[in-house]
């Protein structure tokens, strides 16, 4: 989040309409007293006297506009004067967002912040203007005693870090007779953080962790589902007794039976997100020299929100998820569990940005040995594959989560085609070995929580079993 200094309009200078009034009143004057005519003179006398009134009290202070949070300081929906809310700086999507959401971090659908106006003594309305990244500035013309507070909506569908909105304001005097020059801009920067979907159940990796957990493990402890019964043997708990067994097969209480249970574990899953490229629905908008509209999500924000859900599912089970991206050389987030981890990792999701062509690694990065990890990709180049294809061979469970936006291309001339062919039948190829390596592919466009589920049936063949060797 970054705030600009106040906006400042300190220079008052009387209206067009103002003085051409003020003209037109002393011309009807002097024509009075010239033809002697008092009818005439008396016209422009009484608009006279109230020109000099509205000159005499013009302001003379400063207008300042600032841009702040949605919970800084009041609430905006507690403004004395009944303050309407500033048309939409940026309609980015039709979605809607309930409840309150604070500037600095929001959640997509609606980012909220409040426009503070302060004026000198004099002024009685303002002409507020407020944009958003470039786009046509939506206008309103507010009452202002004194103070004032505006609240301010913007609708996105993107995540991370972004502008909330660029206002500026221009002060109107009483009767409109004066006016100020415009204040400078003032504009707020806010975390966007994804939203994350609801997802049922998810795939584990080949072998749990930990003497605690969510997760029927191989191992023989308590907790889990029915292991087998036994015979009673020394460091067997008398309270494991299964007694109707024991009646059945030892009448006489020579030998005693007990329940034999699996042991309960965690599961390590590493969420790795491909931050290299950040493409939209338009395959013009790959080259770089224009943005993607703000109505479309990219890439990154579909990444994003994939990665959200995963990590918010699996750590509400008590496993434990870790972060890193192959497009960034830093330390990734080691592997946590708890709220704590949640809120680690929200932040370190919503600032990934778009970094371009890293230097290539020589070998992907160190995961914990059992990891299950999951790819977030475009697949459009062959390291995000090959990444993932060498995490598999050395014995790792891998998931790869297709992040690319619906391809839209009916407006492409024929020429225009061929290019997101090619590309597109060198993504078909890449997936396609991913698969034959037993790597669960899972397009995010389409329903993802029926193929995870899928998944995670896959690997409920054994107790602990996660997924296929």
Not at 305 to 311: F, P, T, V, W
Not at 314 to 339: E, H, N, S
Not at 440 to 463: C, E, M, N, Y
């Amino acid at each position: 989040m970054s705030d600009r200094a106040p906006g400042v309009g300190g220079r008052w200078t009387r209206s067009r309409a103002a003085g051409a009034g003020a003209v037109a009143s002393a011309a009807l004057l002097v024509a009075g007293g010239l033809l002697g005519r008092p009818d005439v003179a008396v016209l422009g006398a009484a608009p006279l006297v109230a020109a000099a009134w509205d000159l005499w009290r013009r302001p003379s202070g400063e207008l300042t506009v600032r841009l702040t949070g949605w919970s800084d300081g009041a609430a905006a929906d507690a403004d004395p004067e009944g303050a309407g809310s500033v048309p939409d700086a940026a309609r980015g999507s039709a979605d809607t967002a309930t409840g309150r959401a604070d500037a600095a971090t929001a959640r997509p659908g609606a980012v909220r912040a409040r426009v503070l106006l302060d004026a000198p003594p004099g002024m009685t309305a303002a002409l507020v203007g407020v944009r958003r990244a470039g786009r046509d500035a939506a206008e309103l013309l507010v009452r202002v005693d004194r103070t004032r507070t505006l609240p301010v909506v913007v609708r996105t569908v993107r995540t991370g870090p972004q502008e909330v909105a660029t206002v500026d304001a221009q002060g109107i005097g009483s009767g409109a007779a004066s006016i100020g020059e415009p204040t400078d801009p003032v504009g707020r920067t806010a975390l966007v953080l994804p939203s994350p979907s609801a997802l049922r159940d998810l795939p584990l990796p080949p072998r749990l962790r930990g003497l605690t957990g969510a997760h029927t493990s191989r191992r023989p402890g308590e907790g889990g589902d029915l292991r087998d019964v036994h015979m009673f043997a020394p460091g067997d708990r008398l309270r494991r007794i299964d007694w109707r067994v024991t009646a059945r097969r030892a009448p006489d209480l020579r030998e005693l039976y007990v329940r034999r249970e699996h042991a309960l574990a965690e599961a390590v899953v590493l969420l790795v997100v491909d931050s290299r490229d950040d493409v939209g629905p338009d395959p013009r908008t790959w080259r770089g020299a224009e943005g993607p509209r703000a109505q479309d999500p990219t890439s990154l924000d579909l990444g994003r929100h994939a990665a959200a859900s995963l990590a918010q599912r699996y750590l509400a089970a008590g496993d434990r998820v870790g972060l890193d991206d192959l497009g960034a050389r830093r330390r990734p987030l080691p592997p946590g569990g708890g709220r704590r981890q949640l809120d680690r990792t929200r932040p370190a999701r919503a600032v990934t940005p778009p970094g371009g062509e890293p230097p290539k690694r020589l070998r992907p990065p160190q995961i914990p040995s059992g990891a299950l990890v999951v790819v977030f990709s475009t697949f459009l180049d062959d390291e995000a594959s090959r990444v993932a294809g060498r995490w598999r061979r050395a014995g790792h469970r891998v998931i790869a989560v297709d992040v690319l936006p619906d391809v839209r291309d009916r407006h492409l001339d024929d020429r225009e085609r061929l290019a997101p062919r090619i590309v597109r039948l060198g993504r078909e190829d890449r997936l396609a070995e991913l698969a034959d390596l037993a790597v669960g592919v899972v397009s995010w466009r389409d329903d993802p929580a029926v193929t995870l589920a899928g998944l995670a049936r896959r690997g409920r063949r054994r107790p602990g079993a996660g997924g296929p060797a």
